[in-house]
């Protein structure tokens, strides 16, 4: 079965500082992972994914995350933290899985329990 | 192009009752995933469908139950509710069922049940 693991439950930093969101996971087959971010009172909103193609991901608003599968790790960096990236953020993972109307889906995401991030000014 | 709908945004109900929500899924997309939101649980798989065929179950009770319409809107209802449904129901599709296609998720519906 997959998991994911997100190390810190909060994470505070200063305007204009860099970022770090770590994201560990588990998975017997290889996975697609994804960055979710959250903003109070929102629905979730990709931020980037990995496919495959390349082991370092560039999302939108200057996010991005590298693929090491030695340490079965997909961190979340931006190099400037801005005000407005205060939000909740999600590391998921979704793995192929036998399907309960036969053959196979990708249809299930297994989401870690989400950073909050605090953006100081 | 509109994204995920979901309706309605605010609900609340009483022990025992049953609720319907419904998504509508980004125009072209296939597939409608369900999850529940709680500050205990976190973001919780309830379950996917795919061209009308339920393709994925969480682990829900079957007081939780859902459905795809032809046109790819979908509903779930949650029937003898009980205090702990209360939670918001995110809603997500994506276009087909690939490894690498990305959900995009509606704004939620918020149940409070009292």
């Known amino acids: 079965a997959q998991s994911v693991t997100q190390l810190d439950s909060h994470v505070s930093v200063s305007e204009g500082t860099p970022v770090l969101l770590r994201c560990n996971y588990s998975s017997s087959y290889s996975p697609s992972l994804f960055w979710y971010v959250q903003h109070p009172n929102k629905g979730l909103q990709l931020l980037l994914k990995y496919t495959s193609a390349a082991t370092l991901v560039k999302g939108i608003n200057g996010f991005e995350a590298e693929f090491k599968k030695s340490e079965t790790s997909f961190h979340l960096t931006k190099p400037s933290a801005h005000m407005s990236d205060a939000a909740e953020y999600f590391c998921?993972?979704?793995?192929?899985?036998?399907?309960?109307?036969?053959?196979?889906?990708?249809?299930?995401?297994?989401f870690g329990q989400g950073t909050i991030l605090t953006v100081h000014p | 192009k509109a994204g995920v709908t979901q309706t309605p945004r605010y609900l609340i109900k009483t022990r025992g009752q049953q609720v319907t929500l419904s998504c509508s899924p980004i125009s072209g997309h296939r597939s409608v995933s369900w999850y529940q939101q709680t500050p205990g649980q976190g973001l919780q798989f309830l379950f996917e469908y795919f061209s009308e065929t339920q393709r994925n179950k969480g682990n829900f009770p079957g007081r939780f139950s859902g459905r795809q319409f032809s046109n790819s809107r979908s509903e779930m209802n949650v029937s003898t509710l009980e205090l702990g449904d209360s939670a918001l129901y995110l809603c997500?599709?994506?276009?087909?069922?690939?490894?690498?296609?990305?959900?995009?998720f509606g704004p939620g519906t918020r149940l409070t049940v009292t």
């Open positions: 997500a599709s994506r276009r087909r069922g690939g490894l690498f296609d990305e959900q995009y």
């Open positions: 998921v993972v979704s793995v192929l899985r036998e399907s309960n109307a036969g053959g196979t889906s990708y249809g299930k995401l297994t």
